[in-house]
């Protein structure tokens, strides 16, 4: 209850090395989401039937291949990976809440800032290898070379609303279930769990969908666009199972 963020919870200290509560959910979470991937994709299907959750794979990538084409009116491809890493991270590391003792890592500012810091290097290096270095850069002297030090401060404002955004929604939701929980330990906690989960869900699709408008509005091609793919969310790969 004392806690503000997972950061003071200190579990081992080795000289300037401390090993604290916001590390140990991170890899935590990272070591389900890579065990997780490895069950479900171990034995992938093409044929009509698949598993359940070879099924449910397919339908969050389909959805945010969706997602990504309808911001940026480019195929997808090449930000599938990383808004979807994003995505799935954030919103697992919000759902695992429920389990006791657990503590969402997006519930400490050190990791919604380094989640930040990814989208803040991500935009201009998909906007450089989209446009070229010196069409991105003209971006920041438009209209006119006076917008220079607010395009900059723009790009930086974004980068600390992206962190203090998801941080305080996460740690607040964490705190008010715990404060009900010493309140009322029975029906209320599991109502705002429950909610809890949905709200954290929602962190995680706003906090993908910011990030690809940003790095959609860096790597836009001076007025020329890519054609988008047939369908509203290209080529699936139910598509691709069904042509093979």
Request: charged share 15%; hydrophobic share 50%.
């Amino acid at each position: 209850m004392g806690e503000i963020t997972p950061d003071e919870r200190v579990y081992w200290t080795w000289q300037f090395v401390r090993i604290n509560a916001t590390i140990v959910y991170t890899w935590a979470t990272m070591a389900f989401l890579v065990l997780g991937s490895w069950l479900i994709t171990r034995k992938l299907s093409t044929g009509p039937e698949l598993s359940r959750w070879q099924n449910f794979l397919e339908v969050i990538v389909d959805y945010t291949r969706k997602q990504i084409q309808e911001i940026s009116q480019q195929k997808p491809d090449r930000y599938l990976a990383f808004i979807g890493t994003l995505f799935v991270f954030i919103a697992v590391s919000n759902a695992l809440a429920i389990v006791p003792g657990y503590v969402p890592p997006t519930a400490s500012l050190s990791t919604t800032a380094a989640l930040a810091i990814c989208v803040l290097v991500a935009v201009p290096v998909f906007g450089i290898t989209r446009v070229g270095l010196g069409a991105y850069l003209r971006n920041y002297i438009r209209p006119n070379p006076v917008m220079l030090p607010f395009n900059i401060v723009g790009e930086l404002s974004r980068t600390l609303a992206l962190a203090v955004r998801l941080f305080g929604n996460v740690m607040s939701g964490a705190k008010i279930a715990a404060i009900l929980l010493a309140l009322v330990p029975f029906v209320v906690p599991i109502i705002m769990h429950a909610f809890g989960l949905l709200t954290g869900l929602v962190q995680a699709y706003i906090f993908s969908i910011l990030a690809m408008v940003y790095i959609a509005s860096g790597a836009k091609a001076q007025g020329q666009g890519e054609a988008p793919e047939e369908g509203p969310g290209g080529p699936s790969t139910k598509g691709a199972r069904d042509d093979g």
